[in-house]
């Protein structure tokens, strides 16, 4: 049996700005599997707003998004990302995906539209806003 895909597009990356943005959600999946704290706030802007799965509709910054995620981290299993789709509008850009995020201690996902609002700094992309999509 085959890996599973972490992340799915609904329209793959092509320009060199669409491909480093994609490196974002790549790092994202990748510091949550190996809990990777560092690497998982890496992805964020230092004035970022991050609404995650525990704090559901309170922004957090930067550094409240380490000190939760470092206490939460170990009950994640699994991320995944399906649908994706990387606008890029000069020097922003969004990302808008369904997250699929599995726990330890329960059966079925945790499935969440995402959006990610992304700013390049420096020559640099990083996200700046995340948040859930709400219907």
Same mark, same amino acid.
């Given at each position: 049996? @085959?890996?599973? /895909?972490?992340?799915? #597009? ?9 491909k480093?943005?994609?490196? &974002? ?14 690497? &998982?706030?890496?992805? #964020?802007?230092?004035?970022?707003? %991050? ?9 957090? $910054? ?12 170990? $009950? %994640?299993?699994?991320? #995944? ?6 606008? /890029? $509008? @000069?020097?922003?850009?969004? %990302?808008? +995906?369904?997250?699929?995020? &599995? ?14 609002? +992304? ?10 806003e995340s ?5």
């Open positions: 049996m @085959g890996k599973t /895909v972490s992340i799915q #597009y609904f329209e793959k990356p092509v320009t060199d700005d669409e480093e943005i994609a490196t &974002l959600l790549q790092k994202i999946v990748q510091a949550t599997i190996t809990k990777n704290i560092d690497l &998982l706030v890496s992805v #964020y802007s230092d004035t970022a707003s %991050i609404v995650n799965l525990i704090s559901r509709h309170i922004p957090l $910054n930067k550094s409240e998004y380490r000190e939760r995620m470092s206490n939460i981290m170990e $009950n %994640i299993r699994d991320i #995944y990302f399906r649908d994706a789709i990387i606008r /890029v $509008n @000069g020097q922003e850009a969004t %990302i808008s +995906c369904l997250s699929i995020i &599995l726990l330890r201690d329960k059966i079925l996902p945790e499935k969440n539209q995402r959006y990610y609002r +992304c700013i390049k700094e420096n020559g640099k992309w990083s996200i700046a948040r859930y999509i709400v219907f």
